[in-house]
């Protein structure tokens, strides 16, 4: 029988990280689609190769890995590279988290903020999205020393989320204390492990 597979999204400084902590003390199994593609982007692997095909070896570092802030520059100020780079991860992002869930003993989930958009869901038994108020976001990103500017460049990049709302079975909202995320992250373990029993 195939693992259950949750998928968890979020915009940044949602909280997400935050839940997908609570998940993986549950003993659930979690994936987080950034260290995919980290893994993907060291030398001589294929999320390397993707990445100088795409923009060229300038954005390769000397070992013939992926320069992340170069590339990072690059994307969250051009849509259209945006666009190019996730059309050619994300499918390799997927089929390694494919994979991982085939092993899995138990529940399994992958953790992505552009889980929705980028079209994981039709693989995923149950979409959750941690939702909280722009400005809550905002301030948080910038306490974690990310300047306004490139705060506000991500933000507007991952767009204003109304699609994965649109696609999660649950939401949860992080704009209040951090027991209040606590307990939706227990109440979201408790059914996930009623759904799996």
């Not at 949602?14 to 979690?30: D, H, P, Q």
């Not at 994936?31 to 100088?52: F, H, M, R, S, W």
């Not at 994307?75 to 390799?92: C, G």
Request: aromatic share 4%.
């Amino acid at each position: 029988m195939a693992p259950y597979r949750i998928g968890l999204t979020g915009g940044l400084a949602s909280g997400k990280s935050t839940v997908a902590r609570l998940l993986a003390e549950a003993g659930f199994k979690v994936v987080d689609a950034d260290a995919i593609v980290a893994e993907l982007y060291e030398p001589g692997e294929a999320g390397a190769k993707t990445v100088g095909d795409l923009f060229g070896a300038d954005y390769l570092d000397a070992r013939g890995g992926v320069d992340k802030e170069k590339v990072a520059r690059l994307v969250f100020a051009d849509a259209t590279a945006r666009m190019r780079l996730e059309a050619a991860i994300h499918p390799l992002v997927r089929a390694s988290f494919s994979r991982v869930a085939a092993a899995a003993s138990g529940p399994v989930v992958l953790e992505a903020t552009r889980l929705v958009e980028a079209g994981y869901a039709p693989d995923l038994d149950l979409i959750v999205t941690v939702e909280a108020a722009p400005e809550v976001r905002l301030a948080r990103a910038i306490a974690r020393g990310m300047t306004r500017e490139e705060a506000e460049r991500r933000l507007t990049a991952q767009g204003d989320g109304a699609k994965r709302r649109a696609a999660a079975q649950r939401l949860i909202t992080n704009s209040g204390p951090p027991e209040e995320l606590r307990a939706q992250g227990d109440a979201l373990v408790a059914e996930i492990r009623q759904r799996t029993s």
